[in-house]
Structure formats: C-alpha cells, structure tokens
C-alpha cells in the first residue's frame, strides 16, 4: 500500500526541524488577518453601503410619504412590517432589516467569505503563506473566524445605524406591531439582538457555500458569485410549494423565522428549527472546506 500524499509543506516541515520559538498557533494571529482585511476597499465600501441604506430609507418615506400598507404593503393579505415603518426608531430599524435580510445582507457574507482565500490565490501569496510556515488549517481558521466577525459586524452596523438615524427622524418609542400590540421600549433592543443573531445565524449556509468555493477556486468573483448564486436558487425552491413539507429542509425557508421574535412574547419554535438547519449545512460545508484544502496541491 503507497504512503498517503502529504502537502509540500507538510513534507518540508518533516525534512527540517522547526526554528527556535516557533509554533504553529501563533502564526498568523487573527488581528494581523483582521487588519489585513479592514484595509481592504471592498470592505470600507460594503460598510459604506450599509450605513447609507437608513438614510435611503428615511429619505424615499420623506418623497413616498408615510407607508400605510395600501401600495404593496399587503401581500395576499398579510399586513408586513412596512406598514409601521415610520413609528419610531425601533420600526424604523426593524423595517431595515426586513429588506435587506433576503438578499442585501446575503453580499458582505458571500463577499467576505468568498473572497479571503481565493483573492490569495489570484494574488500568488497563498504559497507564500504557507511556505512562512503558517499550517494549513491555521490559515483556514484565521480567515474563517474574521471573515464570519467582519460579516456579522455588518449585519450589526445596519441597525446601529438605524437605530440612530430613526431617533433622529422618528424618536425614540416602543416596538409598534404590524398585528396590533406593541413591545416596550426597553424590550427594543434585546429583541433587535435576538433578530441579528438569527440573521447571522441563517446566513452560515452562504458563508459556508463561499468559503467552500473560495478553497476551490482562485477566481473570488467565482466563489463569491457562486454562493450567492445557490443562495437565490434555495430561495427560488422554497418558492415551489409543490415541494411541500421538503421546504422545511431548505434553510431559505426559515430565513425570515425572526419575525417570531417582533411579537408580545418570543416564539421560539421556528428559530430553533432554522437555526438547527442552518447550522447543520454549515457545519458540513465547512467541513468540506478544510478537508478539501488540506489535500490541495497550492500552485499559486
């Protein structure tokens, strides 16, 4: 039976004893990465375009006037969060989210994701990377745990900003309903919490669709494109109700379960499952991520 094939690296590292100091958890530590990333200029712009989508907002209700759900603000009937968009700032982000969570929000994920190891990779420094030594998986953790910190700090920059913007042009109240009712204004913000994190927990299928293509390719348009792609396409067949009960399976089908969490008292049943489907695809995506990359012959 042939030797299992071991990377370049791996074979260099058993050739030579590793130098004085050294060790492996300590290269490429996650704030060089971090730094890295933040000077980028496509995340000064994703952050940019975020922070400005309230103040789109607040200026297309100022021209359209005060939605009251009788131009699209009732689809088949059901009342939707636009309908009290304007009640106050809690609205007014919880509205920000609701209409950028389908899609808006799925590109800082898919680009920071997608894009940190096949830019490497266009760039020729992977092989630099791990000729420095940086071990394998250590460079596949670094730029996995920033990518995910920079994506969820977008998705919490949205309604931060929100949140500001709409006490400046609504005031500060309490949570008014689409359904009747209200959330008082001291429960605002942990219900905001609660929302972010299922938004971010949803999206771990994209980040782990991208990261998965980012190890696959050195084209990042590719991989980015391509979890973005797939993520449309699992939203598409939720749309097929001939699927039926299969759509529970579909993580587009839970991705708007947080809407649970914007009512009198939280429902979490929903969340739970979506979470729990969310979290299983990612889990296997990610791991194919790291075994796939671990094998790869790294050439550029």
């Known amino acids: 039976m042939s030797a299992p094939v071991q990377p370049p ?16 958890g300590r290269t490429l530590p996650l704030r060089v990465e971090a730094m890295r990333q933040l000077r980028r200029r496509r995340t000064l712009l994703m952050g940019g375009v975020l922070a400005a989508l309230p103040f789109i907002l607040i200026i297309a209700f100022a021209i359209g006037g005060t939605p009251d759900g009788e131009d ?11 309908d009290v968009a304007t009640e106050s700032a809690a609205n007014f982000a919880a509205t920000s989210l609701f209409v ?12 920071f994701c997608g894009d940190t190891v ?5 760039w020729s420094s992977l092989r630099y990377l791990l000729a420095a030594p940086v071990p394998r998986v250590r460079l596949l953790w ?6 995910l910190g920079f994506s969820l700090a977008a998705m919490v920059l949205l309604p931060v900003v929100a949140l500001a913007a709409g006490t400046a042009a609504y005031g500060w109240g309490p949570l008014k309903l689409p359904t009747g009712g209200a959330v008082a204004a001291g429960d605002t913000v942990p219900r905001l919490m609660i929302v972010v994190a299922f ?34 396409v ?18 587009a089908h839970w991705q708007f379960a947080w809407a649970d969490a914007l009512q009198p008292q939280v429902e979490w049943g929903g969340m739970v499952k979506g ?15 790291f075994r796939g990359f671990s094998r790869k012959d790294i050439v550029s």
């Open 234 to 251: 699992g939203n598409v067949l939720d749309a097929v109700t001939a699927l039926g009960s299969w759509r529970d399976f579909l993580p």
């Open 199 to 232: 938004i971010f927990v949803s999206q771990l299928v994209t980040a782990g669709l991208a990261f998965w293509l980012s190890t696959r390719t050195d084209a990042p348009l590719g991989a980015v494109g391509g979890a973005v792609f797939l993520t449309i």
């Open 118 to 122: 096949a830019s490497e990779a266009s």
């Open 100 to 111: 950028s969570a389908g899609f808006l929000l799925v590109i800082p994920v898919a680009l």
């Open 9 to 24: 690296e791996a074979r260099v590292a058993a050739e030579h004893p590793e130098a004085p100091g050294y060790r492996a």
């Open 142 to 147: 670094s730029k996995l745990v920033v990518a």
């Open 275 to 289: 979470a729990a489907i969310s979290v299983t695809y990612a889990l296997i995506l990610f791991a194919l991520a």
């Open 72 to 82: 699209g603000g009732r689809g088949g009937g059901r009342i939707n969060l636009m």
